[in-house]
């Protein structure tokens, strides 16, 4: 398995601020996730963390809104740009270490807009 | 387009059986999984199934693959109250890992 931090684990922030949430993996790993889950709902996949490159994005998420890195195999950062109300939800980082189908899952970063 | 469906909500008592069902489109999905999620926290894998499986049993938990239906269901043997949660499944596109989440049941376990 694969032990996942997040940071913050919740904020509360201004509407037009950005916010960087941090993902660490105690190991590393090949694939890397970020997920949106809005309040109430499910989750919904935003973008591929691809290590040395450009993040791929799903429909819907663009990288404007949602800059990625991934500087290494283990770490890797979401920002959220010129936030909104609609933006408060929960962003989560999912990993798959290679050797399994298994998906991992962080905390969560729970993000309230105000 | 795919699409992964669950019923919102299923109320046992403690000491049942419950059966939480899911149906998806994607027939290239390679695993299928249960993800479990108590309030406030983040997401548990429960347990997953490579898609050539029909069944796999792990403990309490028991996944059944029917994948000409295209219906994943999971049952928990004697519900705990610490079972109650809300629990997804989700598929993966092809083999990419990229999940595709259903809406997920509310389980509620009564005393």
């Known amino acids: 398995s694969a032990v996942i931090s997040q940071k913050p684990s919740r904020d509360i922030c201004q509407r037009g601020t950005s916010l960087t949430i941090q993902c660490q993996v105690d190991?590393?790993?090949?694939?890397m996730f970020w997920y949106r889950q809005q309040p109430g709902q499910s989750l919904t996949l935003i973008a591929t963390a691809n290590q040395g490159s450009e993040a791929t994005y799903e429909s819907g998420f663009v990288i404007d809104k949602f800059p990625i890195s991934r500087p290494n195999l283990t770490f890797s950062t979401l920002t959220v740009s010129n936030m909104s109300p609609e933006d408060s939800s929960i962003y989560l980082c999912s990993v798959n270490t290679g050797s399994t189908g298994e998906l991992f899952f962080g905390e969560g970063s729970r993000l309230t807009v105000l | 387009g795919e699409d992964v469906e669950q019923s919102l909500f299923l109320s046992v008592r403690e000491g049942d059986s419950s059966v939480i069902n899911c149906t998806y489109t994607?027939?290239?999905?390679?695993?299928l999984y249960w993800y479990k999620q108590e309030p406030g926290a983040g997401l548990q894998l429960l347990t997953y199934?490579?898609?050539?499986?029909d069944m796999k049993q792990d403990q309490r938990l028991t996944v059944l693959l029917n994948k000409k239906d295209k219906h994943l269901s999971l049952r928990i043997a004697d519900t705990q109250t610490g079972d109650s949660a809300i629990y997804f499944c989700a598929e993966s596109m092809d083999s990419s890992y990229k999940l595709i989440f259903g809406s997920g049941t509310r389980l509620l376990v009564r005393p």
């Open positions: 994607d027939s290239s999905s390679t695993y």
């Open positions: 190991s590393q790993v090949t694939m």
């Open positions: 199934i490579f898609s050539n499986m």
